[in-house]
């Protein structure tokens, strides 16, 4: 069943029930071959879980203020803690560095670990919403080697958000079916596409000292 759907046929990708979860009912699932249609959920304002390398993510648009709202409602975490953004090449991402604080040698050394399970966090251009970074001056962004993920940011068109699917507190999703138990339809749908086998999510950096920020 297409939960996206109103009456008369209209589709529309987010659900109306103010982010209650009711895990008797599972959210639309999408095969890695309706990328597409993932996508079109995504630029409809919807909220998708997808495999990342290690867990399973919640994303959606990073310029969707109403979308993201609904994620941290989902998470029940509060908004200020920020997120990051993945993108399938620099191209999508690069809009949101502010270069002119970035010596070349860093950009060169990170350039160098992407595509890979590699997050920077950049000091942030002017084109980086304010909901996104939260309470933090940087951005964190990553340009992801896992080919789910990958698929769907083209097929997007541009960077996702990317914050770990699970309620604050709950350990992150490593299933469709684990996604569809914590949040049942609340949820617009689920990428339902192989994990990338790494044990833990991404290392998270400073990209202008290397400082580990998460391990």
């Not at 495999?51 to 200020?80: M, N, Q, S, Y």
């Not at 942030?124 to 080697?145: D, F, K, N, Y």
């Not at 490593?174 to 339809?185: C, E, H, L, M, P």
């Amino acid at each position: 069943e297409n939960r996206g759907e109103k009456d008369g046929g209209q589709e529309s990708g987010h659900k109306e029930n103010g982010g209650q979860e009711d895990p008797g009912v599972t959210p639309r699932t999408f095969t890695l071959a309706e990328c597409d249609a993932a996508a079109a959920l995504l630029r409809d304002s919807g909220v998708l879980a997808y495999p990342t390398e290690a867990v399973f993510g919640l994303g959606c648009d990073p310029h969707d203020p109403a979308a993201f709202a609904r994620i941290f409602a989902l998470k029940r975490r509060p908004a200020t803690q920020g997120v990051l953004l993945i993108g399938a090449d620099f191209e999508q991402v690069r809009q949101y560095i502010d270069f002119a604080r970035v010596p070349d040698a860093v950009l060169a050394d990170v350039r160098a670990s992407w595509p890979g399970p590699h997050t920077w966090i950049f000091p942030r251009s002017a084109q980086v919403p304010a909901w996104i970074a939260g309470a933090h001056e940087g951005i964190a962004l990553r340009v992801t080697a896992h080919a789910p993920a990958a698929a769907l940011c083209r097929a997007f068109g541009g960077a996702l958000v990317s914050t770990s699917a699970n309620p604050h507190g709950q350990p992150p999703a490593r299933s469709a079916q684990a996604v569809s138990d914590y949040f049942g339809d609340a949820l617009d749908g689920v990428l339902d596409a192989p994990l990338g086998g790494l044990d833990r999510p991404s290392l998270i950096r400073d990209a202008l000292t290397g400082a580990l920020v998460r391990g």
